[in-house]
């Protein structure tokens, strides 16, 4: 049982790159989120996931795309990569339900330069 | 609007010595609270959580939060700090609006001196 798997662990991108961040879960989890971490700003939700093909915004969801084509799976997309979109990137989920307690992956540390 | 604080930012403590770590919220309602702790270079681990019933709760790794409606806070706490806790410690409460969703305080980092 691996839980949630993030790839890549790092990435360095030029300006106007793009590039998908790819997340997923094996627990049977309904609900999938993503968020940013900067330093000193806790983590801002981008998007959530309440199931397949069911995507919404969250706090912060300028410049990134999502979609949810599987369960298992909660791809982030950036399509023009600036220098504010560098942080740490966490995906998240959770069972259906009132237990609010979020699964969380390792993380992907992306620079933009 | 809901949100979570976390007065301080860094915290430096003694290994051994006693910690607390406080955390305010606004929410009008009884909360569900949340302590999570992230390792360097790691994701984030539920330490425990708070949903009702007794307003002490007790988590992994020997920590313990105590909720008080009176002060909005839920304050995480542990007798006797451990070189390994070295980490940042991060308050959260769910949302309103459904679909599990919680909002973070900024966290606090915990350093640990020998």
């Known amino acids: 049982n691996a839980g949630v798997t993030q790839t890549p662990k790092f990435r360095i991108l030029k300006i106007g790159q793009s590039m998908t961040l790819q997340c997923t879960q094996d627990?049977?989890?309904?609900?999938m989120y993503w968020y940013r971490q900067d330093p000193g700003m806790g983590l801002k939700l981008i998007y959530y996931?309440?199931?397949?093909?069911?995507?919404d915004k969250g706090e912060v969801p300028n410049g990134y795309n999502v979609s949810r084509s599987t369960t298992e799976d909660f791809p982030l997309r950036l399509e023009l990569a600036a220098p504010s979109q560098t942080s740490v990137y966490f995906c998240?989920?959770?069972?259906?339900?009132?237990?609010?307690?979020?699964?969380f992956g390792p993380g992907t540390r992306l620079t933009v330069t | 609007a809901q949100s979570v604080t976390q007065p301080d930012i860094h915290i430096t403590v003694s290994e051994g010595a006693s910690l607390e770590l406080r955390c305010n919220y606004s929410?009008?309602?009884?909360?569900?609270l949340f302590w999570y702790v992230q390792s360097p270079g790691q994701g984030l681990q539920l330490l425990l959580k708070?949903?009702?019933?007794?307003?002490l709760v007790q988590g992994i790794k020997g920590f313990e939060a105590e909720f008080k409606r009176s002060q909005s806070s839920f304050n995480l706490r542990k007798p006797s700090v451990h070189w390994s806790d070295a980490a940042e410690y991060f308050c959260?409460?769910?949302?309103?609006?459904?679909?599990?969703?919680?909002?973070f305080g900024a966290g606090t980092r915990l350093a640990v001196h020998p």
């Open positions: 708070y949903f009702s019933g007794d307003t």
């Open positions: 929410y009008g309602a009884t909360p569900y």
């Open positions: 998240a989920s959770t069972a259906t339900g009132t237990s609010y307690e979020q699964y």
């Open positions: 996931s309440v199931g397949a093909g069911i995507t």
């Open positions: 959260a409460v769910g949302a309103t609006g459904g679909y599990n969703k919680l909002i």
């Open positions: 627990m049977n989890h309904n609900y």
